[in-house]
């Protein structure tokens, strides 16, 4: 590119300088007339010439690589190069030592790779130099053997032009599922975890600094902690550090694990900062029930075009018995959702407000599955001040985590999986649901309370001789009858 660009400001000078020189020559007015119109001729000549030199000059600032990121999870390394443009490049790999070759047509790098955290990786070090004076060689120094996928990103939201480079480990580095042993015929209730966002894609900016992929990995760890105390449960999470996994993959892992509910945490935002409150929502085959629903569905689903890259087999069926089975899957798996989201949400509205006070449903990617009951949980709104603050809090994240798992355990004690040790101790009898009494806190109500441990209303206030003229108060003790 440089040879090039040298050769249009040769041109540009010579022109210039033919150009005065010309029009000091013929004083006649013929001759006069003649130099005008070479002159008009060669001013044309010249504007080609200027404006293939800005073309040249443009593509050259165009290719920049201005920033690297590196994010690592249990599978691959991931780098992403902020590109000023699209660029062209190719790939070759060299043995003895092991190296990952890539060149980057026409395109410089601003910056270094210093700052990366190589620990942990197949990478030993990155070297970078220009190769035919106008390309850019990028060579990857690995320790083992990996296999890779490169592809580009189209610009999306704040993001420009992205080359990504990942790297995946070999099969055997790779960490195996820990499997409990259980008696013969009976398992634990199995529940994935999965933390919203992460790594290249931080979801929604917080209110006074921060992004939504920290505060949902907080409260999904403190909620597969819960889920992993309690015997006759295990929990899976999705994701367990600060990388991204896109959303069909994301329920891929739920299923490998045999999951019995997927729970998808999150903590988003919303462009009016007066929106608040937390909400559940369960997939919609028919449309958002709300234009926050559908706005936080189009969000949400966005978000694989920013990390940029699966169910019942039906491959042996004909068309009409597939539709048959899907329906009847959905069907029975989307009314279990409503039903744990309807627990979950009524334990969240004890320590936060609720947005809406019932279960929303909306076309969130994620909760695409017909045969595992999902849900997908939104905390708050970190674009709210108040709960910006209080989501950010590691005590709101802890109380979060226990109000979800409450709901979630209150509606597999009652409906357990027929294969499972809690459907065993249902069935025998020896299954405590629910405690003998209850201090209430600020922001219960009894027909909360009555839902948080599946009992009636006329149950309760039987039990605690109350009338519906009685009024409660936090810090009174309610008995809770068996």
């Known amino acids: 590119m440089s040879q090039r660009t040298g050769t249009v400001r040769r041109v540009f000078h010579a022109l210039t300088r033919h150009l005065f020189t010309s029009q000091q020559v013929d004083s006649t007015s013929a001759a006069a007339s003649l130099g005008r119109r070479r002159f008009v001729r060669q001013l044309g000549i010249l504007a080609v010439g200027i404006s293939v030199l800005k073309v040249q000059i443009a593509e050259a600032v165009d290719r920049l690589i201005k920033n690297v990121r590196l994010w690592r999870s249990p599978d691959k ?26 060149d980057i047509n026409d395109a410089k790098l ?11 990786t197949p990478i030993s070090k990155i070297r970078h130099g220009a190769r ?21 990103l189209k ?22 599922p820990v499997v409990k042993k259980q008696p013969a015929g009976l398992r634990d209730i199995v529940i994935a975890i999965d933390a919203g966002h992460g790594g290249e894609d931080p979801g929604a900016i917080a209110y006074g600094g921060g992004y939504e992929k920290h505060v949902t990995l907080a409260i999904a ?35 490998d694990n045999n999951a019995d509910l997927f729970i998808s945490i999150h903590a988003d935002g919303f462009k009016d900062r007066r929106a608040k409150g937390a909400s559940v929502f369960a997939i919609s085959h028919k449309g958002a029930t709300s234009e926050t629903a559908r706005w936080l569905a189009q969000k949400e689903n966005a978000a694989d ?3 940029g890259e699966d169910g019942i087999s039906l491959d042996d069926k004909d068309d009409v018995l597939a539709g048959v089975l899907l329906d009847l899957s959905m069907t029975s798996t989307l009314s279990s959702s409503l039903e744990v989201g309807s627990k979950v949400l009524t334990n969240m509205g004890i320590i936060n407000r609720l947005h809406k006070k019932h279960v929303e449903q909306a076309g969130f990617m994620v909760l695409k599955s017909p045969d595992i009951p999902s849900i997908l949980v939104e905390t708050g709104f ?26 979630t355990k209150t509606w597999f ?36 309370i009555a839902d948080q441990f599946d009992i009636s209303m006329t149950a309760l206030k039987q039990a605690n001789r109350l009338s519906s003229a009685n009024r409660i108060r936090v810090g009174q003790v309610l008995v809770i009858p068996n």
């Open 382 to 407: 970190l674009t709210n001040p108040e709960e910006s603050r209080k989501l950010k809090s590691r005590s709101h994240q802890q109380a979060m985590a226990k109000a979800i798992f409450s709901g």
């Open 305 to 307: 075009q920013i990390g």
């Open 413 to 448: 004690y009652k409906k357990p999986p027929p294969d499972t040790l809690v459907a065993k101790w249902k069935q025998d009898g020896t299954l405590t649901t629910r405690p003998s009494k209850y201090v209430i806190k600020a922001g219960d109500t009894l027909s909360a």
């Open 155 to 176: 610009p999306y939201g704040t993001y420009g032009h992205r080359l990504v480079i990942d790297l995946f480990d070999d099969e055997s580095r790779q960490p195996k």
């Open 132 to 152: 035919n004076k106008k390309d850019l060689r990028i060579v990857f120094d690995l320790t083992e053997k990996v296999s890779d996928e490169i592809f580009l």
């Open 77 to 102: 390394t991931r780098l992403v190069f902020d590109v000023t443009n699209s660029v062209e490049h190719k790939k070759f790999h060299l043995s003895n030592p092991s190296r990952l070759v890539i």
């Open 221 to 255: 760890k403190d909620l597969a902690a819960l889920i992993n105390r309690e015997k006759g449960f295990k929990a899976v999470l999705v994701r367990t550090g600060d990388y991204y996994i896109d959303l069909r993959r994301r329920t891929k892992i739920a299923r």
């Open 110 to 120: 601003s910056g270094s790779f210093s700052g990366l955290e190589l620990k942990n």
